[in-house]
């Protein structure tokens, strides 16, 4: 018998090594597949996409006090007057829809590249995609089954994956950290 000099007997102790043993392999942390640490795209398309929308609303209103219209009277001398209000307002409108369009397709570049991919612990078969944001970062977890990979073509800026709700760009500027998993989970030669 060995002495129980903490209180707790030897067979309890086995039993509870053997159990943190378990958790511990099931809690193992995630495998990262691909890695974007520091991509310059979808800042620099947030960015750019912000700054344009500060112009067209600038333009917007400018077109609204300031827009003209020229009036030629019977002697041939023109003249310029404010343009009438639903004219100005439908300008203006037709300014902010602009740089609104174009900001949500900056938006919508940066929200899909992807900055990280991992394969979860526990399963072979969910991966979590995190991708930039405008107001940080976004997880989804996804079914590796349920995406599909773009083959890479020459001079492709971005590797395209498919889930049934949406679409992901993985940037070659990237790097894959695990390629054997990622190969084997999407099937890719």
């Not at 392999?25 to 520091?38: E, M, V």
């Not at 009438?84 to 409108?93: E, H, I, Q, W």
């Not at 930039?132 to 890479?152: D, E, I, Q």
């Amino acid at each position: 018998m060995w002495p129980n000099l903490l209180g707790v007997g030897v067979g309890s102790l086995r039993a509870r090594w053997s159990c943190v043993r378990v958790f511990s392999s099931r809690a193992k942390a995630p495998t990262l597949l691909f890695d974007s640490a520091k991509p310059l795209a979808p800042k620099l398309a947030l960015g750019v996409g912000g700054a344009q929308l500060l112009f067209w609303a600038n333009l917007s209103d400018l077109s609204y006090r300031h827009f003209m219209t020229e009036t030629v009277d019977a002697t041939g001398k023109s003249e310029y007057r404010l343009a009438p209000l639903p004219l100005r307002v439908a300008v203006s409108l037709i300014c902010l829809a602009t740089g609104s369009a174009v900001f949500a397709a900056a938006h919508v570049y940066a929200s899909r590249c992807v900055r990280q991919l991992f394969l979860l612990p526990g399963s072979q078969t969910l991966v979590e995609i995190t991708t930039h944001g405008l107001w940080g970062r976004k997880s989804w977890t996804v079914p590796a089954h349920k995406l599909l990979l773009s083959a890479p073509e020459r001079g492709q800026h971005a590797i395209v994956l498919k889930s049934p709700e949406r679409f992901f760009l993985l940037l070659r500027s990237g790097t894959l950290t695990d390629s054997a998993k990622f190969n084997a989970i999407f099937k890719r030669e």
